[in-house]
């Protein structure tokens, strides 16, 4: 693995699970559309109402999709990590 993405791996690791639901809110964010199963989208809508919920406070969609790519994004290093 070359020096360079041995670097960005570890700043990703370093960040993204480290991260607040602040943070995540940062106006450093940028927007995409994607596409989901409504069988996604209804777990979703049941994990937000949990949250908020359990926060007694609005949690948006958009933290549980940033969590999920985060640790999409851990699964896959650990996997490219454990392959070399």
């Known amino acids: 693995m070359a020096k360079r993405d041995k670097q960005v791996i570890e700043k990703i690791k370093e960040s993204s699970l480290a991260m607040s639901n602040s943070e995540r809110d940062s106006p450093n964010l940028v927007q995409i559309t994607a596409y989901i199963r409504e069988d996604q989208l209804l777990g ?3 994990i937000q109402t949990a949250e908020q919920q359990k926060r007694k406070e609005f949690y948006d969609a958009s933290n549980l999709i940033q969590e999920a790519v ?3 994004i851990q699964k896959h290093l650990i ?3 454990l392959k070399n």
């Open 70 to 72: 985060d640790l999409l």
């Open 44 to 46: 979703l809508e049941i």
């Open 79 to 81: 996997a490219v990590r």
